[in-house]
């Protein structure tokens, strides 16, 4: 997908144009604007990408903080005296680090629609860093895997450890990230897997933060005969509102806007056009129809 802007076409977080937009640095966005060596980005999203890009301004465009992870960015064009906003991934809510997407004024809005099921309506992100709090020190005598996103939702789960009391043992790959969170002043207190200091921690009771996919009940039990103590294992994401996981318990911690947050959203934006790069946003025009009676273009 791509926007006209002042003779030039932006691709959005996609080589399709002149010169790409990339929202921010979670894979399934960055894969297209690999070979780029110009970017419309924050300087951290080129850093969490990995990539060796030049961060560029063109005219007639503005970037707008959009919560979900570090230094992800809307982005405004101003084209034939109309504004064009396309959102990437958001979260209206502020999360741990006070991270929020600003409410742009808009005609067209392009935006994702991840939680666009009425039914996804996260309880406040205070309520569940307190679940998860809770679980950590009621099972103070058990290993704790909590399976999270390495990128944005591990950075946000340390950070809620931290304010607990406990640095939580990472991955290489994690760490890495919480290396270019702390560059941009966000304080993150963990250990890494495989070095002295996790060696000595893990001699003890320990929380980690795993991959997904390694935040299952087969390897909490290796771990358990590995490490001779009790294993339990959690899952953090938005899906588990509503998804049943295999695992001891699952924490609804989302950096999206659930479906209030969408329909708040496009109404603030004022667009009369909007278009869905993801998710099902059938649901959220509906109800912006059933409460103010206004049809909005999709
Ligand atoms: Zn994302």
Not at 52 to 72: F, P, R, W, Y
Not at 261 to 283: H, I, M, N, R, W
């Amino acid at each position: 997908m791509r926007i006209p802007c002042s003779g030039i076409h932006i691709g959005l977080d996609s080589p399709d144009g002149d010169l790409p937009f990339l929202s921010h640095a979670h894979s399934d966005h960055t894969s297209g604007v690999k070979g780029a060596k110009r970017i419309i980005a924050s300087e951290a999203t080129l850093q969490l990408a990995g990539l060796d890009a030049e961060s560029v301004k063109t005219q007639n465009t503005e970037l707008l903080d959009a919560g979900h992870i570090l230094g992800a960015r809307q982005l405004a064009v101003e084209e034939d005296g109309a504004r064009t906003v396309y959102t990437g991934d958001f979260c209206i809510k502020p999360n741990i680090f006070g991270m929020k997407a600003q409410m742009p004024q808009c005609d067209r809005l392009i935006m994702e629609a991840t939680y666009g099921d009425p039914d996804y309506v996260f309880p406040p992100h205070e309520e569940v860093h307190g679940m998860v709090r809770r679980w950590v020190s009621g099972n103070d005598s058990a290993n704790l895997i909590i399976g999270c996103y390495e990128l944005g939702k591990s950075q946000e789960m340390v950070r809620i450890l931290n304010e607990c009391g406990t640095a939580p043992v990472v991955t290489p790959k994690t760490d890495s990230f919480c290396r270019i969170y702390e560059k941009h002043g966000l304080k993150l207190d963990r250990i890494v897997v495989g070095s002295d200091e996790a060696e000595e921690a893990m001699s003890k009771r320990f929380v980690a933060l795993v991959p997904m996919g390694k935040a299952k009940r087969y390897f909490a039990n290796r771990l358990a005969q590995a490490f001779e103590r009790k294993t339990l294992c959690a899952v953090a994401t938005g899906w588990a509102l509503h998804y049943r996981f295999n695992t001891d318990a699952a924490f609804p911690l989302s950096d999206h806007a659930d479906f209030n947050d969408l329909v708040e959203f496009v109404e603030q934006t004022g667009a009369k056009q909007v278009e869905f790069f993801t998710g099902d946003g059938s649901s959220v025009l509906d109800a912006l129809k059933a409460k103010n009676g206004e049809v909005i273009n999709s």
